[in-house]
Protein backbone atom coordinates (compact mmCIF):
# COMPACT_ATOMS: atom_id res chain seq x y z
CA UNK A 1 0.00 0.00 0.00
CA UNK A 2 1.07 3.44 -0.74
CA UNK A 3 2.34 5.52 2.42
CA UNK A 4 3.96 8.87 2.88
CA UNK A 5 5.18 9.96 6.08
CA UNK A 6 6.63 13.55 6.12
CA UNK A 7 9.05 15.00 8.94
CA UNK A 8 11.21 18.09 9.35
CA UNK A 9 7.94 20.48 10.82
CA UNK A 10 9.13 22.64 13.60
CA UNK A 11 9.02 26.78 14.30
CA UNK A 12 11.34 29.10 12.40
CA UNK A 13 11.58 32.72 12.46
CA UNK A 14 10.63 34.92 9.40
CA UNK A 15 13.10 34.93 6.84
CA UNK A 16 14.39 31.81 7.67
CA UNK A 17 14.55 28.16 5.85
CA UNK A 18 13.22 24.88 6.82
CA UNK A 19 13.45 21.51 4.62
CA UNK A 20 10.46 18.96 4.94
CA UNK A 21 11.19 15.18 4.03
CA UNK A 22 8.82 12.77 2.81
CA UNK A 23 9.07 9.20 3.51
CA UNK A 24 7.74 7.27 0.25
CA UNK A 25 6.28 3.86 0.08
CA UNK A 26 4.19 1.26 -1.69
CA UNK A 27 4.04 3.12 -5.53
CA UNK A 28 4.69 -0.09 -7.95
CA UNK A 29 7.59 0.53 -10.19
CA UNK A 30 8.58 3.80 -8.97
CA UNK A 31 6.35 5.42 -11.12
CA UNK A 32 4.52 8.28 -9.22
CA UNK A 33 4.66 11.50 -8.55
CA UNK A 34 4.71 13.65 -5.19
CA UNK A 35 3.29 16.99 -4.52
CA UNK A 36 3.35 19.33 -1.52
CA UNK A 37 0.42 20.91 0.08
CA UNK A 38 -0.10 23.01 3.15
CA UNK A 39 -3.29 23.93 4.68
CA UNK A 40 -3.39 27.41 7.07
CA UNK A 41 -6.02 27.74 9.60
CA UNK A 42 -9.47 28.29 8.06
CA UNK A 43 -7.70 28.23 4.48
CA UNK A 44 -8.28 25.59 1.88
CA UNK A 45 -5.55 23.91 0.99
CA UNK A 46 -2.86 25.03 -1.22
CA UNK A 47 -0.72 23.23 -3.76
CA UNK A 48 2.62 24.17 -3.51
CA UNK A 49 5.01 21.97 -5.52
CA UNK A 50 4.88 18.80 -7.54
CA UNK A 51 7.49 16.31 -8.96
CA UNK A 52 7.11 14.08 -11.53
CA UNK A 53 9.75 10.34 -11.05
CA UNK A 54 9.70 9.15 -14.95
CA UNK A 55 11.27 12.33 -15.59
CA UNK A 56 11.72 15.01 -12.67
CA UNK A 57 9.45 17.18 -14.21
CA UNK A 58 8.65 19.75 -11.38
CA UNK A 59 5.79 22.25 -11.00
CA UNK A 60 5.31 25.12 -8.81
CA UNK A 61 2.46 27.45 -7.51
CA UNK A 62 2.88 31.08 -8.42
CA UNK A 63 3.35 31.94 -4.12
CA UNK A 64 5.82 29.62 -3.89
CA UNK A 65 8.38 30.17 -6.60
CA UNK A 66 11.71 31.42 -6.13
CA UNK A 67 11.49 30.50 -2.17
CA UNK A 68 10.27 26.70 -2.40
CA UNK A 69 12.24 23.99 -4.32
CA UNK A 70 11.29 20.31 -4.66
CA UNK A 71 13.45 17.52 -4.95
CA UNK A 72 13.89 13.97 -4.49
CA UNK A 73 16.30 11.35 -3.46
CA UNK A 74 15.61 8.39 -5.68
CA UNK A 75 17.96 5.89 -3.47
CA UNK A 76 15.75 6.70 -0.22
CA UNK A 77 12.60 6.95 -1.69
CA UNK A 78 12.80 10.25 0.12
CA UNK A 79 10.98 13.62 -1.36
CA UNK A 80 12.00 17.30 0.01
CA UNK A 81 10.70 20.67 0.05
CA UNK A 82 13.22 23.27 0.65
CA UNK A 83 11.49 26.24 1.78
CA UNK A 84 13.47 29.45 2.25
CA UNK A 85 12.65 33.24 2.60
CA UNK A 86 10.11 31.84 5.21
CA UNK A 87 7.09 34.19 5.81
CA UNK A 88 4.41 34.20 8.86
CA UNK A 89 1.73 33.43 6.28
CA UNK A 90 3.42 30.07 5.29
CA UNK A 91 2.20 28.65 8.60
CA UNK A 92 -0.01 25.88 7.71
CA UNK A 93 0.10 21.94 8.49
CA UNK A 94 2.23 20.97 5.17
CA UNK A 95 1.18 17.58 3.44
CA UNK A 96 3.22 15.38 1.39
CA UNK A 97 0.66 13.87 -1.24
CA UNK A 98 1.02 11.50 -3.86
CA UNK A 99 -0.30 9.72 -7.06
CA UNK A 100 0.02 7.89 -10.39
CA UNK A 101 -0.84 10.52 -12.39
CA UNK A 102 0.51 14.49 -11.76
CA UNK A 103 -2.94 16.01 -11.41
CA UNK A 104 -2.65 20.15 -11.31
CA UNK A 105 -1.61 21.37 -8.21
CA UNK A 106 -5.01 23.17 -7.93
CA UNK A 107 -6.79 20.22 -7.71
CA UNK A 108 -5.83 19.16 -4.28
CA UNK A 109 -8.58 16.56 -4.31
CA UNK A 110 -7.57 14.79 -7.27
CA UNK A 111 -4.94 13.70 -5.45
CA UNK A 112 -5.45 9.97 -3.98
CA UNK A 113 -2.88 9.85 -1.29
CA UNK A 114 -1.63 11.87 1.40
CA UNK A 115 0.32 12.12 4.35
CA UNK A 116 -0.14 12.71 8.15
CA UNK A 117 0.92 16.32 7.43
CA UNK A 118 3.55 18.17 9.77
CA UNK A 119 3.27 21.38 11.24
CA UNK A 120 5.14 24.75 10.55
CA UNK A 121 5.12 27.83 12.40
CA UNK A 122 6.87 30.97 11.01
CA UNK A 123 7.46 33.50 13.77
CA UNK A 124 7.67 37.07 13.49
Known amino acids: EVRLVESGGGLVQAGGSLRLSCAAS????????VAWFRQAPGKEREGLASIRYSDGTTSYADSVKGRFTISSDNAKSTYYLQMNSLKPEDTAVYYCVGDFTTYPLSESTWWNYWGQGTQVTVSS
Open 26 to 33: GFPFDDYA
